[in-house]
């Protein structure tokens, strides 16, 4: 309604849908919920549509076929209509975020950063939406509470402690959910800093990360290693003064390069 003459028009996004054969499955439900909070704090869409809701074919590798929510039945599968990670991640949001109501939202790190604040209108109860759209990084919240429940993407529990309302958060591209009775949405003073937070190695190879803290609290580091993962605890850090390092060490295929989380 900018021009002379206009009114208001809600939108409807009649079809919007990534292919998991091209994007893959995790990315294509990444994408559904970053699209869903972005276009909802606009405020100018009024109904969105997935395309579609089950799988055209059951061709795993056909982009034109892999759009759906679900998987097609396949002989080789024990289930049909298999539910992808799309489905589940849809499941959650909704879940968590009822019916939101815009709220504000916060823009840091050149816009890679995204933070978004709603409230449930069900209920009233404030939620955010946290994710960084380039690299993994930390990132400190001011919730004005130490109240606040925190999600990933498919709705589990993520455990993360608070101070003074302030909650440390490790923040990627998959959306992290908060929950509670917020008395403010704000940056908060960041505590623990790291000096990587992903890295590439080489087989065999000893990585050091180091930690920085910059509180006279006391800090506990605790290092979780899945299983069959390649990599080996060298030595379990302990801040002298404001500093520690966590060395580890990375087994694989010799000439083989690894992500480490």
């Known amino acids: 309604n900018q021009y002379p ?14 292919s998991s054969a091209t994007y893959g499955k995790n990315v294509a439900a990444k994408y559904l919920c970053k699209e869903y909070v972005i276009q909802m704090e606009k405020e100018l869409v009024e109904r969105m549509f997935w395309y579609d809701m089950v799988d055209d074919q059951t061709d795993v590798t056909y982009t034109e076929a892999t759009f759906g929510m679900l998987e097609r039945f396949h002989p080789q599968n024990e289930y049909r209509f298999l539910a992808k990670p799309a489905y589940v991640a849809t499941a959650a949001m909704n879940g968590i975020l009822g019916t939101p109501v815009f709220h504000s939202k916060l823009m840091l790190d050149n816009d890679t950063t995204y933070a978004y604040r709603y409230t449930r209108e069900q209920d009233g109860v404030d939620t955010a939406v946290l994710w960084n ?27 993360v402690s608070s101070k003074n309302g302030n ?26 800093y790291l000096s990587a937070t992903s890295i590439d190695v080489a087989y065999e190879d ?24 390649g990599i080996t605890l060298i ?21 083989a390069v690894e992500e480490l989380p």
């Open 133 to 159: 759209s380039d690299t993994k990084v930390l990132r400190t919240f001011n919730f004005g509470s130490d109240d606040v429940r925190f999600y990933d993407m498919y709705g589990n529990p993520i455990e």
């Open 5 to 18: 003459g206009g009114s208001d028009m809600k939108i409807w996004l009649t079809e919007m849908g990534w």
């Open 206 to 229: 000893v990585v050091d990360i180091n930690i920085y803290k910059e509180t006279e609290d006391k800090i506990n580091i605790s290092a979780d290693i899945p299983k069959d993962s």
């Open 167 to 192: 909650y440390t958060l490790l923040l990627d591209d998959a959306p992290i959910y908060a929950e509670g009775k917020f008395g403010c949405f704000e940056t908060g003073a960041q505590e623990v």
């Open 235 to 255: 030595n379990m850090p302990e801040f002298k003064e404001k500093a520690a390092k966590l060395s580890l060490k990375v087994k694989g295929e010799p000439g």
